[in-house]
């Protein structure tokens, strides 16, 4: 089971961390971030994969979030600094058996997803 929290509203320029927190252990899972804004299709935005945690990040988030890993919290972190008004959705984690990609068939397990609001 996973779980995200640390949504929010934030104003742009802001920031937040968002944290996908399982159940079990997940250290040889690759854990990507989705995200979903309205009337569009979710889209996976930054991926870290299980053992050697190489990361993945889309061109639109890359050098604003950070994806990590804290094994003894079984927890993906996501930090997400310089928040603009189109990163404005709810956000998701998953889990799979897969490398660092943003690719959505590569994961079995999802959370239920967390809001982020950025305001102008």
């Known amino acids: 089971q996973l779980v995200e929290s640390g949504g929010g509203l934030v104003q742009a320029g802001g920031s937040l961390r968002l944290a996908c927190s399982a159940s079990?252990?997940?250290?040889?899972?690759?854990i990507g971030w989705f995200r979903q804004a309205p009337g569009k299709q979710r889209l996976g935005i930054a991926s870290?994969?299980?053992?050697?945690?190489?990361?993945f990040y889309i061109d639109s988030v890359k050098g604003r979030f950070t994806i990590s890993f804290n094994n003894a919290k079984n927890t993906v972190y996501l930090q997400m600094n310089n928040l603009i008004t189109e990163d404005t959705a709810i956000y998701y984690c998953?889990?799979?058996?897969?490398?660092?990609?943003?690719?959505?068939?590569?994961?079995?397990?999802w959370g239920q997803g967390t809001q982020v609001t950025v305001s102008s």
């Open positions: 870290i994969s299980g053992g050697d945690y190489s990361t």
């Open positions: 998953a889990a799979g058996w897969t490398g660092a990609t943003v690719y959505e068939g590569g994961y079995d397990y």
């Open positions: 079990g252990f997940i250290g040889d899972r690759a």
